[in-house]
């Protein structure tokens, strides 16, 4: 597609629910990222996955945070047991990481997730 | 990735011009310096993006000093839309580097 997409726009669930979000990059970016943002606040980095490479996962903040990218486009970001501080907005991000490949991220319009 | 400093908030009018310094004293040698700009409910924008002089483009232009430990964006006539939130970022261009956005610049663009 043109553009990273997100889905869905607006998530809201209840405390203890487990929750899916779906990224799909752009196509042919090999680079996908996963970040939130809570209200007013800068972006939190959580996974990255580049290839077939292992995942950098240094960013997720408790094992109830999993992520996995299959076939090297579509990734799904899972969240067990989700808690109110979960609530965010989750961003995806792609880049095209082939050589001289420089910083620049794509973003897609995010999952506003609300845990009551 | 090279810590950034950059003001928490600028006021401007329609047409005047809007400039964002941003500091980041250990810049590495393969570092490049972005900047992305984040309406509210959506994700960050990619606006520019350079490693040293100047860069432009039909957007904005950046400005970066000899030394590299700041850079500044400029926005020529800024309209209403503009207001955002501006972020300025470095890092190396090297496959695994993951962005650390800091709080950015809230930009207001007043009538």
């Known amino acids: 597609g043109a553009g990273v997409s997100q889905s869905p726009s607006n998530k809201v669930t209840e405390k203890g629910k487990d929750v899916e979000l779906r990224c799909d990059p752009i196509s042919g970016h090999t680079a996908l990222y996963w970040y939130r943002q809570s209200l007013g606040q800068g972006l939190e980095f959580l996974i990255y996955f580049q290839g077939n490479s292992a995942p950098d996962k240094s960013g997720l903040p408790s094992d109830r945070f999993s992520a996995e990218r299959t076939g090297g486009s579509v990734s799904t970001l899972t969240i067990q047991r989700t808690q109110q501080e979960d609530s965010a907005v989750y961003l995806c991000a792609s880049r095209w990481a082939g050589t001289g490949g420089t910083d620049t991220q794509y973003f897609g319009p995010g999952t506003r997730l609300t845990v009551l | 990735l090279a810590k950034t400093t950059q003001p928490i908030s600028m006021d401007s009018y329609e047409g005047q011009e809007v400039n964002i310094t941003c500091s980041h004293n250990?810049?590495?040698?393969?570092?490049?310096i972005t900047w992305y700009q984040q309406f509210p409910s959506q994700g960050p924008r990619f606006i520019i993006q350079g490693y040293k002089t100047k860069v432009t483009n039909e957007v904005a232009s950046l400005f970066i000093p000899a030394d590299r430990k700041s850079s500044t964006l400029s926005l020529p006539r800024v309209s209403l839309s503009d207001t955002a939130v501006y972020y300025c970022?470095?890092?190396?261009?090297?496959?695994?580097?993951?962005?650390?956005f800091g709080g950015g610049t809230r930009v207001l663009v007043k009538p």
């Open positions: 970022l470095v890092g190396a261009g090297a496959a695994g580097n993951k962005l650390t």
């Open positions: 250990n810049i590495a040698t393969n570092d490049y």
